[in-house]
């Protein structure tokens, strides 16, 4: 069955970095659509990038475009999340998903998504 498995988060101040994995297992990297969403208690899930597995395209959330970079490595099946000038504001538990199918043009919405990891949470201090 697939397993998402998420690592990487912990706490950093302001202005750090940190580079989150997503290892996959019981599923292979085909055509389909990975992402990363956070989420904050008492707010919504929010979809902030997602990666096209079979061309690679990139989608980015106004809110860490720039600073965040989405990518794959099909040999390993692991997505990763490189986060840049991180912000308190970007304090959440972070998760990766899997949309099957091509990326909507789009970061998919959370109602699309068919496999989620557990989450990561990441907190950044001031």
């Known amino acids: 069955r697939v397993q998402l498995v998420e690592s990487g988060g912990g706490s950093v101040q302001a202005g750090g970095s940190l580079r989150l994995s997503c290892a996959a297992s019981g599923y292979m990297f085909n055509r389909d659509c990975m992402a990363w969403s956070r989420h904050v208690p008492e707010k919504e899930r929010e979809g902030i990038a997602a990666?096209?597995?079979?061309?690679?395209?990139?989608y980015y959330d106004d809110a860490v475009k720039g600073r965040f970079t989405i990518s794959q490595n099909n040999a390993m099946n692991a997505l990763y999340l490189q986060m840049n000038s991180l912000k308190p504001d970007d304090t959440a538990i972070y998760y990766c998903?899997?949309?099957?199918?091509?990326?909507?043009?789009?970061?998919?919405?959370?109602?699309?998504?068919?496999?989620w990891g557990q989450g990561t949470q990441v907190t950044v201090s001031s």
């Open positions: 990666i096209d597995l079979d061309s690679s395209t990139t």
């Open positions: 998903a899997i949309d099957y199918g091509r990326c909507p043009d789009r970061i998919p919405s959370e109602l699309s998504i068919n496999f």
